[in-house]
């Protein structure tokens, strides 16, 4: 992929992002924003990511709530409606679908996977401050 296709990929997923909690957003929102015609922004889409436009704006609002589950303690029903869907349900079923889990599966999943990492990084500093 080329820089400039990738910096219009990264402008679209900035728009996306500015705009999780605007109820007023839509396809034809993002085309005004980009200044595109909505035919001519799907082809780009399709050709760039492979997935139709829909389709990537709900990629970057998984990723997004991926993100909050790692690094909040915010309930997954809040994460829904800062990401953009209306219903905690289609966010575990989108989420479940990209991931494998269910949203709240998976933040038990990174949070015991970090701890173990934090014990072993823990042991690791004691070894070396021992050793010294």
Known sequence: MSRTQEQFLERVK????????NKGFSIDFLCQELGM???NLHRKIKRLSGLS????????RIERARELLISTDLNVSEITYLVGFNIPQNLSKYFTQAYGLSPSAYRKQYD???????GTID???TLDEVSH
């Open 112 to 118: 015991a996977d970090a701890d173990a990492d934090k």
């Open 14 to 21: 900035v728009v996306i992002e500015s705009n999780l909690e």
């Open 123 to 125: 042991l690791d500093v």
């Open 37 to 39: 015609s909505r035919s």
């Open 53 to 60: 436009t829909s389709l990537y704006i709900r990629k970057v």
